[in-house]
């Protein structure tokens, strides 16, 4: 461990440059670049390229609008996913034509199937070259990038003049922000953006979504009042900054009704209240599973989309006796996983708002209840290879960092640990992508959280294997002045991938992927580094945590031989593979 020597990093200044052109009128590209700091964009990420060189050129004459440039395209879209979610603004990316755009199309999947608002500007060839193999093309004459991207974004289109860019723009963002949030992709060739056009003053509203239906809120008032076995199942769309997570605390303690959340939801009810159940799914507690095991009436599923990894893969115990109630901003995710007695299209904020009116005066018996995890995280667990456990270096992580910090969490292995582990008690501590589930994203994330939240502390939680996708961005956050810790996880392996291949087979092939030096590693890229391997070790480094003025790579040998006792993902796919057989 090098001792921390630097001054705090900012981003490199970059000398005033001087255009060669100089055009009264203003180009399409300014606009744009306006138009993003009028939307509260303060920051994009991205990579130039030839196509895009006009936007990057516009961004030189934006001050309030920093830029982040990214190692890789996927790392890009991941940093404009962090920054969304810890700002609750539209994340932005600005990448080039070709493989630039299609580098993202991984992250704007995941944008959509995790609900993050998301605006991906890519550049294009000019459209006097369309269909003639020009380099880069990505038009409908050649890739047909916008027709791709039409299929895992809520909108995809591009500009085809420049006097349309301002109502593009305006709708593209439109659509990224209603509803339920998403990603949108727009191109915008080379002649489009360089060519001047007159800016016109249009004033649209943004349209609201109206209040639940008051009979069906009554419905679901006179089900939760009568059943003594009830249950809140609150999901990663209470996640706002709308005020939908304090009045869900509100309307569990006037009804003294139990809280479990989805992992997605991890944080929006504190894990310290004495209503809280912790999680059900993928990495979830025994407290919630067994309180569903033992029998609800009433079950109020809000902000989730009942899914694979929120049901523990379709538990049977998600099933109350007499009425589920599915509240969700989008409605096809309505009766899709489990039959509801009654289903509410309305923001979790717009239907609790009603349904606490409606409680007004309800007094209840105080209940208690309590997150109960498999093990205590604070024992000092070791496993046959005397290495640290999972667990405990994440007791350990939590010691010596703030309470409000950001955990952008990888996929693998140590998901499942970080997601029963971890105490979260605010509402935006915990991010984890479920709904694709790539692996490479925490680091990026925490980037774009870092840059988004400059006050707190940011913790990327990842395993070696999606570290060695992505830590080159390591280099990303020295260069762009975002002090982030990156912890690995670190067994040598995919450890889940041989896990699964074990309960499912009973063998496993060999993935090894070390041994890597992945302190060395980080040091080599700009950072501090700490390699753990014992218990303690952590702890003992309180100071260079809080100390820190730059990135820190913490690279913890984990012990392999250390598992959750139960994985239900595991099970299904077995019940998969057994139903195909």
Not at 8 to 16: F, H, I, N, R, S
Not at 496 to 515: I, K, N, S
Request: charged share 20%; aromatic share 4%; hydrophobic share 45%.
């Amino acid at each position: 461990m090098h001792a921390p020597t630097h001054p705090e990093l900012t981003p490199v200044a970059v000398a005033p440059r001087r255009r060669r052109i100089v055009d009264t009128r203003t180009r399409a590209c300014d606009v744009l670049v306006q138009m993003l700091q009028d939307a509260g964009i303060e920051r994009v990420f991205g990579i130039p390229g030839g196509a895009i060189a006009p936007v990057f050129d516009a961004l030189l004459d934006a001050p309030g609008i920093g830029v982040t440039l990214s190692k890789h395209e996927y790392s890009a879209v991941y940093s404009a996913i962090g920054y969304a979610r810890a700002t609750g603004r539209v994340g932005c990316v600005v990448v080039t034509s070709g493989p630039g755009v299609l580098n993202t199309l991984t992250g704007i999947a995941a944008a959509k199937a995790d609900s993050v608002p998301l605006l991906v500007i890519a550049g294009e060839v000019p459209q006097t070259v369309y269909g003639k193999g020009a380099l880069q093309e990505g038009s409908a004459y050649s890739l047909n990038v916008v027709g791709m991207a039409s299929h895992i974004s809520k909108l995809a289109v591009e500009v085809p003049e420049a006097n349309r860019l301002p109502t593009t723009v305006r709708h593209a963002l439109r659509v990224a922000t209603t509803g339920r949030p998403g990603p949108v992709l727009i191109t915008v060739p080379l002649n489009v953006a360089s060519t001047p056009i007159c800016v016109p003053e249009v004033a649209e509203g943004r349209p609201m979504m109206e209040p639940p239906e008051g009979r069906a809120v009554d419905w679901a008032v006179r089900a939760l009042l009568k059943s003594d076995r009830k249950v809140i199942f609150a999901g990663a769309g209470m996640r706002s900054n709308d005020g939908a997570v304090e009045r869900l605390r509100e309307v569990a303690e006037r009804l003294q009704c139990p809280v479990m959340t989805t992992p997605k939801g991890k944080g929006v009810f504190p894990e310290d209240h004495p209503l809280a159940l912790g999680v059900f799914g993928m990495g979830g507690h025994p407290s919630a599973l067994e309180f569903m095991q033992g029998g609800v009436e009433t079950m109020l599923a809000i902000g989730t989309g009942l899914g694979d990894i929120a049901t523990g893969g379709y538990h049977e115990a998600l099933r109350p006796s007499r009425a589920l109630i599915h509240v969700d901003i989008e409605a096809s995710t309505m009766g899709r996983s489990y039959a509801s007695q009654l289903s509410i299209a309305s923001s979790a904020k717009a239907f609790l708002d009603v349904l606490h009116s409606r409680l007004t005066g309800h007094v209840a018996a105080t209940a208690t209840y309590g997150v109960r995890r498999h093990t205590d995280p604070g024992l000092p667990l070791m496993g046959s290879e005397n290495l640290i456990s999972p667990q405990r270096a994440l007791f350990e992580l939590e010691a010596v960092l703030p309470r409000d910090t950001i955990f952008t969490i990888d996929t693998g292995e140590h998901t499942q640990f970080a997601l029963h582990y971890l105490r979260a008690t605010v509402p935006d501590s915990v991010m984890v992508m479920t709904g694709l589930a790539a692996m490479g994203s925490a680091v990026p994330s925490a980037i774009g959280a870092q840059h988004g939240a400059r006050a707190r502390t940011v913790c990327a939680i990842c395993g070696d294997g999606g570290f060695a996708m992505t830590g080159t961005e390591v280099a990303t956050a020295v260069q762009s002045g975002a002090p982030i810790i990156v912890a690995v996880f670190n067994d040598e392996r995919l450890g889940m991938v041989e896990q699964g291949h074990d309960a499912l087979y009973g063998r496993h092939p060999e993935f090894p992927l070390g041994p890597v030096q992945i302190a060395k590693f980080g040091e080599a890229l700009g950072a501090d580094a700490l390699t753990i391997e014992k218990p303690g070790q952590i702890l003992a480094a309180r100071e260079i945590f809080e100390n820190r003025t730059r990135p820190l790579v913490v690279d913890i040998r984990i012990d392999p031989t250390v598992m959750l006792p139960r994985n239900p993902r595991f099970a299904k796919l077995a019940r998969d593979i057994q139903e195909a057989s």
